[in-house]
């Protein structure tokens, strides 16, 4: 995923949780500023597989294998509003 | 299966004279019919002509709120008479009260496991009245939401309406997939405004209305197109759509789609989701027409533009390696 792609969407899902804040490319991946927070997204080194992504805050590293991972992880990171996530509810098939 | 529609639509748009004119149908005449009713006193049931055994009315408070308890075990009560030999029908109506919102209908008749596993939901009809639909649905958000949600508009009163195309516009934006046909009195052939969203023919007449992928806005409200040419790995349709649900499920009212699935490209898959309940995907055995393109709808308010396309488009990278 390019660096804008991953800008855009990251970008695009901060305005989905009612996030004020910025998304930059930034050297080492994508920087994220809000209100009293910045945030860093790498991507995994070939040899961390399967994780794919790295959240980074000033306390710690948080791995995710996927880009919905990664999204997880950001929202509860942003502590955005209704970040308990409403999981897909199936129908019984007919 | 059982197969359960619903008749919607904002107060005196019309909805009990359709039902009449469904019930005169001899296909249809034996339908149970469950009518709901806000207020103390229910008359529109009194209006309709069919058995007493077969007619059911739900008073005293809105299907989608109050009496919602109510629906299921109607319907689960009428099921069981109906194997009982007690009651005879083939199909399920309900005619909602003019106030409520067709979500948690959808919600009950798809998500409670004693309904799903004997009916089926086939079709959301929204009357909406020719003559004052579009003040309607200026100034009530009860009727907006009742017209996004529906699989077919039905124009009501239009013999006494001067000009409809202004309301039609309007209707059209707010769900393009959704075909707009008109009746005066009722009349038109049942089959058509109840025949299933998943058959093909009526799948294509909603996917020609998907021409051009963006969105449109209307009233906060957004019509997301997403079109592609090709086709989806098998493994990115649920990481989508629970991601959707996940992060989107508040503010999508209707989603659907018809994907082409690299694994199996002859026979596409049909989505279809209230919030964030997904219908189980349905698979065509053929494709509706010569158009073999992935087609998605997404109707929603305050859902970025390109969100969905993006998620997508990142889903689908990683599932490629």
């Known amino acids: 995923m390019t660096p804008p792609a991953l800008r855009a969407l990251l970008a695009d899902s901060l305005t989905l949780w009612g996030i004020a804040g910025r998304v930059e490319i930034a050297d080492a991946g994508i920087r994220i500023i809000t209100g009293d927070q910045v945030l860093h997204v790498t991507q995994a080194a070939p040899a961390e597989a399967p994780m794919r992504w790295w959240l980074i805050s000033k306390v710690r590293r948080r791995p995710a294998a996927s880009i919905l991972g990664l999204l997880r992880s950001l929202r509860y990171a942003l502590n955005a509003t209704g970040a308990e996530p409403a999981r897909a509810r199936v129908a019984a098939p007919s | 299966m059982i197969p359960v529609s619903v008749i919607t639509g904002f107060l005196g748009s019309g909805k009990t004279t359709l ?20 207020g103390d006193i229910g008359l529109d049931h009194e209006l309709l002509e069919t058995s007493e055994e077969n007619l059911l009315g739900l008073a005293n408070g809105c299907l989608c709120c109050v009496t919602r308890g109510d629906l299921a075990h109607t319907l689960i009560d009428l099921a069981a008479r109906r194997k009982s030999g007690a009651v005879t029908y083939h199909r399920v109506l309900i005619e909602t009260s003019g106030l409520a919102d067709p979500v948690p209908i959808l919600h009950t008749l798809l998500m409670d496991p004693a309904i799903s596993e004997a009916h089926r939901v086939e079709a959301v009809v929204t009357v909406v009245d020719a003559v004052l639909g579009a ?3 200026a100034r009530h958000p009860e009727a907006t939401q009742q017209a996004m949600l529906a699989d077919r508009l039905l124009l009501s009163k239009t013999d006494i309406a001067p000009d409809t195309s202004a309301l039609e516009a309007r209707l059209a934006a707010l769900n393009p997939g959704a ?9 038109i052939p049942p089959d058509v405004l109840f025949a299933s969203a998943a058959k093909p023919s009526v799948l294509q007449h909603w996917l020609e209305a998907i021409t051009t992928p963006g969105a449109r806005h209307s009233a906060g409200v957004e019509t997301i197109s997403i079109l592609r040419e090709a086709p989806l790995p098998a493994v990115v349709l649920p990481l989508f759509l629970e991601a959707l649900a996940e992060h989107a499920g508040e503010k999508l009212l209707r989603m659907k789609g018809i994907i082409r699935v690299a694994e199996v490209p002859e026979k596409p898959a049909v989505l279809h989701g209230v919030r964030h309940v997904l219908h ?23 859902i970025p533009q390109w969100w969905p396309a993006r998620l997508l488009e990142a889903l689908e990278e990683e599932a490629r390696g």
């Not at chain 2, 075909?179 to 009349?187: E, H, S």
């Open chain 2, 135 to 137: 003040e309607t649905l």
């Open chain 2, 280 to 302: 189980p995907i349905e698979w065509l055995e053929d494709w509706p027409s010569a158009d073999r393109r992935s087609r998605l709808v997404l109707i929603g308010q305050g």
């Open chain 2, 179 to 187: 075909p707009i046909l008109r009746a005066v009195q009722g009349a």
């Open chain 2, 19 to 38: 039902l009449r004119a469904v019930l005169r149908d001899p296909a249809y005449a034996g339908s149970a019919v469950i009518v709901n009713e806000w």
